[in-house]
Structures are given as structure tokens and as C-alpha cells.
């Protein structure tokens, strides 16, 4: 849960940086998380609402959203030790989702969120936007790496007609290509790390670009990955199977690779991307 727990701090960082909380919310003392575009409300201290799907929430101490205290939009750190919480069957266990029931769970407001006319806190979503969409890239050139290691492994090691795979050509080309995809992700992830901390001018496009060419390599290197293995790749006693799913979730949170492109392109000024099928 480490993304989802410093997406968490981002938006700490953001809305109140000089907050007590900070401090036991980046050491690890507390263990938060983030529910990206949701809204509760808050009264006389007590949280009630509904949260839905919100990642590692299951084993989370505190939640931080977005939240209405009648008169303002705030953010508020939600401890959930009296929460209700309900696990979801998902395709992706090494991500869990959660629900989350607040029913005057007790609530710490720790900064007001200056709205645009949109209505959105431009500080805190920026921050969060950045932040995820960064550490995501990273962590999907992390399942592409894993996953071409072990074609590479697997075609150094595998024998057919007395020879070992990994010197058909039909199998070396697409362990280049997964190669290829994940250096390309691998450089827009560092590039886009560095402008983020760095708080650069092209920040944004950094993180957009990183999200969307992560995205496509660990698709790449998990496909890949399962057709050099052939039939043992897709079975459940197979760790493979795990990187696949791990790929397909993490490509859509926080930002699909096709919505990271149509922001590319609006970033450079290129406009909106053409329909799929055109």
C-alpha cells in the first residue's frame, strides 16, 4: 500500500502541510489512504457516508477525503477503527478494494480546500493527480521488469525440438519489443519523478507521459510474458497471472494510458485525441 499511502500525504502535504498529523502520517504511524473523488460530510466531528472502492482501506488506520461541513469543503484525516468495512471480490488481490461505511465515525478536519469555480480544490487534486499518477508509472515499470525477467528467464531455460526457446526469433523479438516498451516507460517514469519533486513547469505533462507509457509497457511485458510461457503461464499456481492482473488495475487508476495521452496532448497543444475506431 505504499502508492495509495503517499498519494495519502500528497494531499496532507497540500491541504494542511504544517498540521500535527503530518508528522505521524509520513513517519508510518499512521497508515492512510486517500478516496480519490468522493465527498462525505462532517458534523459536530463525526463523518457519515459512504466510500466506495477505496484501495488498501482494509488494513488502513486513518482515511483522508474530501469532505462538507455544511458551510465549506474541507479535508478530513477519518479514523476508521470503528468504521464499517467490507472487502470487494476484485481481479486484482494484491490491490484490495474496500467500502466504507462512516456513521458518526469521528473526524479531524485539518484544512479548508480553496474551490475553483468547478467546485474542485485545484492545490490538493493537483498534488494528488501528480503524485499517483507518478508513483503508479513506477510502480507498473516495477510489474514490467518482474514480468520480462521472467520471459527472459524462462526462454533461457525452456527446450523445444532440442533447442532452448529463447533463440526462435518469434520469441526473442518479443522479449525486444517488451524490452523496448519498458526503457521507454522506465525513462518518462525517472523524468517525471524528477519534475514532480522538483515542482517544475512540466510536471504535468512528466506525470501524464510517465502514467501512459508505464501503462502500455507493463500491458506489453504481462502479455508478453504470458505467451513466452505458453500454457504454465496461465495457470493460478503460476505467479504470473498475479503481475497481469496487478498491470490491468494499476493502468486504470488514477487515469487510464488513454486518458494520460489526451492530457499529453492537451499539455503540448496538440488537442484532443481521435475516437478509437477513427
Same mark, same amino acid.
Given at each position: 500500500?505504499?502508492?495509495?499511502?503517499?498519494?495519502?500525504?500528497?494531499a496532507?502535504?497540500?491541504?494542511?502541510?504544517?498540521?500535527?498529523?503530518?508528522?505521524d502520517?509520513?513517519?508510518?504511524?499512521?497508515?492512510?489512504?486517500y478516496?480519490?473523488?468522493?465527498?462525505?460530510?462532517?458534523?459536530?466531528?463525526?463523518?457519515?457516508?459512504?466510500?466506495?472502492?477505496?484501495?488498501?482501506?482494509?488494513?488502513?488506520?486513518?482515511?483522508?477525503?474530501?469532505? &462538507? &461541513?455544511?458551510? @465549506?469543503?474541507?479535508?478530513?484525516?477519518?479514523?476508521?477503527?470503528?468504521?464499517?468495512?467490507?472487502?470487494?471480490? %476484485?481481479?486484482?488481490?494484491?490491490?484490495?478494494?474496500t467500502?466504507?461505511?462512516?456513521?458518526?465515525?469521528?473526524? %479531524?478536519?485539518?484544512?479548508?480546500?480553496?474551490?475553483?469555480?468547478a467546485?474542485?480544490?485545484?492545490?490538493?487534486?493537483?498534488?494528488?493527480?501528480? %503524485?499517483?499518477?507518478?508513483?503508479?508509472? $513506477? &510502480?507498473?515499470? !516495477?510489474?514490467?521488469?518482474?514480468?520480462?525477467?521472467?520471459?527472459? /528467464?524462462?526462454?533461457?531455460?525452456?527446450?523445444?525440438?532440442?533447442?532452448v526457446?529463447?533463440?526462435?526469433?518469434?520469441?526473442? $523479438?518479443?522479449?525486444?519489443?517488451?524490452?523496448?516498451?519498458?526503457?521507454?516507460?522506465?525513462?518518462?517514469?525517472?523524468?517525471?519523478?524528477?519534475?514532480?519533486a522538483? &515542482?517544475t513547469?512540466?510536471?504535468?505533462?512528466?506525470?501524464?507521459q510517465?502514467?501512459?507509457?508505464?501503462?502500455?509497457?507493463?500491458?506489453?511485458?504481462?502479455?508478453?510474458?504470458?505467451?513466452? $510461457?505458453?500454457?504454465?503461464?496461465?495457470?493460478?499456481?503460476?505467479d504470473?497471472?498475479?503481475?497481469?492482473k496487478?498491470?490491468?488495475? !494499476?493502468?486504470?487508476?488514477?487515469?487510464?494510458?488513454?486518458? $494520460? @495521452?489526451?492530457?499529453?496532448? /492537451?499539455?503540448?497543444?496538440?488537442?484532443?485525441?481521435?475516437?478509437?475506431?477513427?
Open positions: 500500500a505504499y502508492v495509495e499511502h503517499e498519494v495519502a500525504v500528497a496532507l502535504r497540500a491541504a494542511a502541510g504544517d498540521h500535527d498529523l503530518l508528522a502520517v509520513t513517519s508510518g504511524d499512521m497508515r492512510a489512504v478516496a480519490a473523488g468522493q465527498v462525505v460530510s462532517i458534523e459536530d466531528g463525526a463523518a457519515y457516508g459512504r466510500l466506495v472502492a477505496v484501495a488498501h482501506a482494509a488494513t488502513a488506520t486513518h482515511l483522508l477525503v474530501d469532505a &462538507d &461541513d455544511g458551510d @465549506r469543503q474541507v479535508l478530513a484525516v477519518i479514523d476508521l477503527a470503528d468504521a464499517r468495512r467490507q472487502t470487494l471480490a %476484485t481481479m486484482d488481490r494484491t490491490r484490495p478494494l467500502d466504507v461505511v462512516l456513521d458518526a465515525t469521528p473526524a %479531524t478536519v485539518v484544512g479548508q480546500l480553496a474551490t475553483t469555480p467546485g474542485l480544490d485545484d492545490g490538493v487534486q493537483s498534488a494528488v493527480a501528480l %503524485t499517483a499518477a507518478t508513483l503508479y508509472a $513506477h &510502480d507498473l515499470v !516495477g510489474v514490467g521488469q518482474t514480468c520480462l525477467d521472467m520471459g527472459v /528467464a524462462h526462454a533461457s531455460t525452456r527446450e523445444q525440438f532440442g533447442r526457446i529463447g533463440t526462435y526469433q518469434a520469441v526473442s $523479438h518479443r522479449l525486444v519489443d517488451m524490452f523496448i516498451a519498458l526503457e521507454s516507460a522506465r525513462s518518462h517514469a525517472y523524468h517525471a519523478a524528477w519534475a514532480v522538483a &515542482d513547469d512540466v510536471a504535468r505533462l512528466a506525470a501524464s510517465a502514467k501512459a507509457a508505464a501503462s502500455h509497457a507493463a500491458i506489453v511485458c504481462a502479455h508478453g510474458a504470458m505467451q513466452v $510461457h505458453g500454457g504454465i503461464g496461465f495457470t493460478w499456481e503460476h504470473l497471472h498475479l503481475y497481469l496487478r498491470a490491468q488495475s !494499476g493502468g486504470i487508476l488514477f487515469g487510464s494510458e488513454r486518458e $494520460h @495521452r489526451e492530457r499529453v496532448a /492537451a499539455f503540448s497543444g496538440l488537442g484532443a485525441l481521435e475516437p478509437a475506431d477513427a
